[in-house]
């Protein structure tokens, strides 16, 4: 089992800024692939960044056009999200989401953001 805690959402105006965290806990040294998702009202949940342990990789959803960066503390069991040039459109709850090796898949409570006009 993985658990995991996001922090770091909030109130922002758009073109402004962001940092998520999400903190793991439990069996850490399985986690294999690590991704944010988001899930705007009335929408389903989309994929948006992923890294993957030992590993510098990382793939982002064409629509942030280079506006995000997912990184990791693999030290500290901690994986983030920057966010620059926010747009009322990037509102939501952001979920952090850690596949093991073997496929077991966790998912955080998520941590809300929103975009202001």
């Known amino acids: 089992q993985v658990q995991l805690v996001e922090s770091g959402g909030g109130l922002v105006q758009t073109g402004g800024s962001l940092r998520l965290s999400c903190a793991a806990s439990?069996?850490?040294?399985?986690?294999?692939?690590m991704s944010w998702f988001r899930q705007a009202p009335g929408q389903e949940r989309e994929f948006v960044a992923r890294t993957w342990r030992g590993s510098d990789a990382t793939t982002y959803a064409d629509f942030l056009k280079g506006r995000f960066t997912i990184s990791k503390d693999m030290t500290k069991n901690m994986l983030y999200l920057q966010m620059t040039s926010l747009e009322p459109e990037d509102t939501g709850v952001y979920y952090c989401?850690?596949?093991?090796?073997?496929?077991?898949?966790?998912w955080g409570q998520g941590t809300q953001v929103t975009v202001s006009s």
């Open positions: 439990g069996r850490t040294f399985q986690m294999y692939a």
């Open positions: 989401n850690v596949v093991q090796y073997g496929g077991s898949e966790f």
